[in-house]
């Protein structure tokens, strides 16, 4: 593949960053690679996994002479990094980010990068419960679909730019305004977590049943929750500081339908439960039709398992 | 293995009856397998699989004659099927089920069983989001745990000799209480139903966000709920209106802890979150390490990954 950048620098390196790095390098897509982490023992660890071609502590130096800046840090951490890149940016260099939020994000960086960058936010919709540089490759974003948030003035120019460089991993690239796309993860991510992060929480304080008891029975469907319940907590903490509004509206209409369940459930309405369980269905098969889920029942998972430590 | 039983009549032939076939089969445990389904059509698909060596619809036929009789339905189906049983069962029968609660299965069946035979409910706590004959397989219960809800007064033989069975299908035993197993399954698989089902509800729902949108980007977290709530419909109805209270009280504490996560994003409380999103991932790593989950990130998907249908 033709080299379309030929610095790209990126600002933290955690499984998104370390990603994005493999990626860039198997793709051919940038010249060099440019990794900075805010801790010297994650750096260390990205110099051993060879990740790039230079490696600092210091952001502003990272972002030096780069023409594509991509900031990987949580949303909380982006405002910081925004001020301190900053003053370093080259001319014309296209600054964008991988944030689960985006309105938030422009409020925090956009204040603080010249005019003579160009601001492309975008979200990667991909990850695994796992985190660190250790955690990344290369196939993560393939068949993904990564959004960006371009403000309605921005450069089309350096939109198109960013859309080729993740299509060059694989992945599909959409556009929408910043405030929908935190609408739309609100309840196809951020409350689908917050709901995870609760019931793991809920059945690990029970009087009435061990947490040995969760554990061992927790084929019967827990087991689903506690992935994305095991996802990097600065990481979700930060999204739902960053992305109030929209959480809680979803949350609200999440709460409505659950207590018309209950409600269901305690009035033995077997009709109403029916129809729900029924219509459900249809939505998994679209998403497995979309390329965005694997068609074998339980994920796979008899496919993989391995002999438990039990046997 | 040794012939365990002379004649298994299993009654239904979903994906469970199915299962318990084909590992009974494997086996060698069990002489002969009788095979009844209330619709003719699944009987016809049952026998077209050589699930079993004899086939009927109707239930008191299959059970004549056998020694061990496994209940396969729907848990609302129950007593009907006890009634229809109980006047055919053969002297010293050992009669079991499958179903998700335990209470109402006793309450529903024991009445309409004869003396003669000994009840010892069950639970293999196993399965998959597909339903029907097709979709039972072998390994379905391996390392997989089987609850026996025996009745205080019940004959040690008789659980000795159905723990012998399930254990031959590679799956581990445990004995509770069945008001015990209600209340361990409302957290660790009922609820977690239910609020698999409603947020794939809400989110089939909202005017701001469109389906396909929710299709498209379920990758960030959605799309694991729509396994479970691909489950099937009518088994499903029949749990949360046979395991009311425990449901109810499981859910009651589900929604105190999300109302608490509700208010610290909407108070901008960060270490409530984070406290809360540190503590989860422990309790995945302890399911993982009880040999009840995979290891493997993101379930083990990305080496599964077909060409998606958009490529």
Redesign the interface.
Known sequence: MEVKFERLALIGIGLIGSSIARAARRSGIVGEIAIQSRRAETVETARRLALGDAYTTDPAEAVRGADLVIVCVPV?ACEDVARAIGPALAEGALVSDVG?VKASIIRQMQPHLPAHVHFVPAHP??????SGPE?G?A?LF????C?LTPAPEADRAAVARLRAFWEAFGA?V?EMPAE?HD???A????????????????????E??T?S???????????????????D??M???V??NN?EA??E??A???E??TA??R???W?D?DT??E??????A?????I???????????????????????
């Open positions: 909380g689960s919709v991909a990850g695994t419960e796992h955690a490759f196939e393939r068949n993904r679909w959004i599909y959409e929908h609408m739309v993860l309840i196809t991510s951020h409350v689908p977590h917050l709901i995870a992060y609760n019931i793991v929480g809920t059945a690990a304080h029970l009435e049943v947490q008891e969760v554990m061992k029975f927790a084929a019967g469907g827990f087991r689903d929750f506690t992935r994305i319940a095991a996802s907590p600065t979700w903490r930060d739902f500081l109030r959480v809680l979803m949350l209409r999440f709460n339908d659950l369940l209950q269901a459930i305690r033995g077997g439960l029916f729900l369980f029924a219509r459900t269905r939505i998994r098969r679209g998403i039709e979309a390329g965005q889920e694997v068609e074998a029942p339980d994920f796979g998972r008899g496919q993989l398992a391995a002999d438990p430590h039990k046997a």
